[in-house]
Every structure is written in structure tokens, then in C-alpha cells.
DNA sequence: GTGGTCTAGACCACC
DNA sequence: GTGGTCTAGACCACT
């Protein structure tokens, strides 16, 4: 289901992650359902399930996915509607970033006049 | 300079991490100044060079301060006034948050009316 | 003229390399033009000479400049058309993998079988 | 196992490369073992791991070995017969030199008349 | 601990 | 001054 690449410049973890992502972003893993354990992934990838856990780690601080220890990590909705776990996270860096740029000066003005530009910019930049 | 506690719950990584920080942002470490190597610090605590790394990158995606491979990693100012990398990382973040929540449906001023909410609450440093 | 993107995974070496073939193919640097030396395009893009001579070294390999010790290093014309250095290398690079494949006993017809297949094929293949 | 001459003008690279290659095509380091780790061969050699990683670098672009980061560099087999990476290194490079000629002007029958001829010739090793 | 990339600074041979 | 090689030592991603 995801491709490595080993030729490529881009770390495993982050092939990973991105491969992941996509799967759940695309609905190929629906909302709520169970991925495959840390263990079994790294066998089936035959890398390291320390590179698999690193992934995981990423994609639970994005939002995509809630892991709990003992029973597995289970897909959040990627897409858009509706309140999702990725969406809380976004709210949850929005809310910190805002308030420690107030804290260090800028006024809630500015950075109410950034939000228009930076939504009609391509999102880009690569890794 | 850093007291580890192997007893806590919160892992290595994290209070490597909160003590570098801390040590930034207080300015016992200046601006600019050279941190130890990976492998002096890894080991003068005793521990892991990977935990001392981990602890690094965070501070570094964090804006505290910036690693020049082959050179070495150097602070950056913590605090506020002038041009620093935590307010430009901060204003990524900001930035980046925010033109996804309104891709995901949110529109600025729902966004915008956040913020001043969001500068008026304590800051609640979380794990 | 080179633009380098620290953040990127792709290798700084890469970069400069990539940037400068692009120089070369699309004649902005003209057929036996003089490149800037390793020293002064090291310093120009605040990056150690050892990370520029594998630039050049890796661009002499494939054809696109010659470098001569002492004097410098001279663009070789990467278009189509006449006869370069750059077909003089992979000329050079074709005889010697056929020698060896047909040593390791393909047949000539199977190698000259492949050549269609491989003209019609997209050149893709990132780094 | 390898002998170097400082005396000699090729660069010690290049008789590290050369003297690791002889070892992989005589099989006396047998195909998939494990090489010396770049550190441990520098140590060995009495010279700088830098300098063996550009002979394992060298040597892995022409297919006589694999090197898997975190794991070791491992022989290919460089003999005939089998499926082997030297080959595909060598169908690799023939590919794409045959696509690059077609594409400044190069008929594939020019191409397929040059393959008999490379054959014939004696192969001639340069430094 | 392993391969990979980068920096810093040195020396060489050539012009 | 120029390209080329080498050393020493750093960070980096991964096992």
C-alpha cells in the first residue's frame, strides 16, 4: 500500500508519514478505522518500527490519527465538514502561535491580516 | 547545567528539551552562542546522542535555535524585539494553521475573532 | 543565480549541481564560457568549496564542463545538435555498458531491442 | 586486504575503490557479504572515513555494492550469469544513454551499429 | 553504530 | 589563483 523509495533524498519516516497521510486524506482508510500495528507495518515495509513509530508520532500531532497504547491507532477524518481531529489540532496551533505572537508584540490586527493572505496562497514547499 | 529525573514521567527527550529551552530564553545561553555537540552533551548527561538529537530538532522546528551541519547549532533569541527565528516560526505556523481551517471551512473572521480570545488565556504549557 | 533551499532533504551538492546544468542546458552559461571558480562560487553562496567541487565533479562526469587544473572550469553546450561534450559522454557511457552487457552475454540484439523501448519511455526518475 | 601506495599519483580513493572492486569480482568477498563499515576500514587503512565513503559511494554507483544507511554496505556479485545489480546498474546506464542520444539526434540504428563494434573492442580500463 | 552530507582547513600540482 | 585530494570532526536519518 506505500511505496519506499530508497534512492530518494527524503527520510523513510517521512515517506512514510506522507504515504499515510494520503491513504487516510483520500478515504482509502476510513474514519475511525484501525491501521496496522507498528510492528506488523514495519515487517510488511521490512524497515525498522522505530521509523514506523516516528510516522505514527507525526500523523497523531497532525491530527490525522488518535493512537492509543495497549489497543492500536485508529484513523481520524482527513477531509473537510464536520468537527475532526485534525481540525482540533489546527485550532489547537492556531490558538498557541496567535497567542505568543500577541505576546511578543504583534497585535491581534496584524495577524487578523495575515489569515486572508496566507489562505490565498498555494500551500507548496516541499519538505 | 541539566537535571535529568529518571523518575518522572515525562520522557528524556522532553526535559532535554525544556531545559535547553529554558536556558535560551533566560539568555544563560546568549544569542548566537555554540551549544555543545550532540555527542558532548549526550555524553556529559549520560544518555543516548539520539535523545540529545531529538531534543535538538524539536528546539530547532521550535525556532530556539538553528543547526548549521558540519558546524554545530547556535541560539537563536528567545525573547522578544527584532528579528528572530521563533517569531518567524511562529508566523509559519500561524500562517500554515490558518490557511487550512479556512480550506477546512472556517472563514477569517471566525478565525480572526479567535485571536484575541486566545491572547488573553494563560498559556497552559502542556506536556 | 543558484538557489538553495537549506530545508530541502535533496543534498546542497544536488542543488548547486541541478541549478547549474539548468545554467548550462539552457544557454545562460554559453558554450565555453569560464564558470566562476569553486572558490569564488563557494563564497558566493556561503557554502564550503568541497560542496561546490563535487558539483563540478559530478558535471564534468556527465559531460555538461570540462575543468581544467590551473585554469578553470568551461561549459561544455548541453542542446541538441553538433557534436559536444556532452554526446561525446554519453556516447562513451553507451559503448562502454553495451561492451560489458554483451561481455555478461546479452546478445547485441536484445541491447539493440532496448533502445526504442527506452527512447519512448519518460525520462522521470528523481533523485 | 587492500594496499595502498602514497606514493603512487591515483588518488587513494581510487585504489580503495579499485582494490574493493577486485575483491567483489574475484569473489573473495562473496556476493551479499558484509563489507567492513566505512569507519571500521578507515581505521584499518590508517586513513579518513571520508575517503573510504567516496570509494563506497563510486563502487555502489556501478553496481558492485549496495549500501543500506543504518545497516552496512553489502557485495553484489559482479560475475556473469544470474540476476545480478552490476547488470541492472549496466542496463541502467545503457537505457538512459541510449534515451538521451535519440533525444539530440541520434538514430536507433545508429546506435544499434556502434554495439557490435564495442564489443569487438579491447576495454581498455582509464584511471 | 552505520552510511551520508557538510564544514573547515590543509596540501598538492598546475598555470 | 585554480582544480583536486585529504583530514578532522560535526550533524543527520536510520538500524
Redesign the interface.
Known amino acids: 500500500m506505500i511505496s519506499l523509495n530508497?534512492?530518494?533524498?527524503?527520510?523513510i519516516y517521512?515517506q512514510v508519514r506522507d504515504g499515510l497521510r494520503h491513504l487516510v486524506v483520500t478515504g482509502a482508510i476510513t474514519e475511525g478505522e484501525k491501521l496496522p500495528s507498528v510492528r506488523a507495518l514495519a515487517a510488511s515495509l521490512a524497515i525498522?518500527p522505530n521509523t514506523i513509530q516516528r510516522a505514527y508520532a507525526a500523523l497523531e500531532e497532525e491530527g490525522y490519527l488518535t493512537s492509543e497504547p495497549g489497543r492500536g491507532a485508529f484513523a481520524a477524518r482527513g477531509g473537510?465538514?464536520g468537527n475532526n481531529l485534525?481540525?482540533e489540532a489546527?485550532?489547537r496551533?492556531?490558538?498557541?502561535?496567535?497567542?505568543?505572537?500577541?505576546?511578543?508584540?504583534m497585535t491581534?490586527e496584524e495577524?487578523?491580516a495575515?489569515?486572508?493572505?496566507?489562505?490565498a496562497?498555494r500551500?507548496g514547499e516541499?519538505?
Do not use: H, M, T, W
Not at 6 to 11: E, L, N, W
Not at 114 to 119: F, Q, V
Open positions: 530508497y534512492r530518494d533524498s527524503r527520510p517521512e525498522n473537510a465538514g485534525r481540525q489546527l485550532l496551533q492556531f490558538d498557541a502561535s496567535a497567542r505568543e505572537l500577541v505576546f511578543l508584540g491581534p495577524l487578523a495575515r489569515i486572508s493572505l496566507a489562505a496562497e500551500k516541499g519538505a
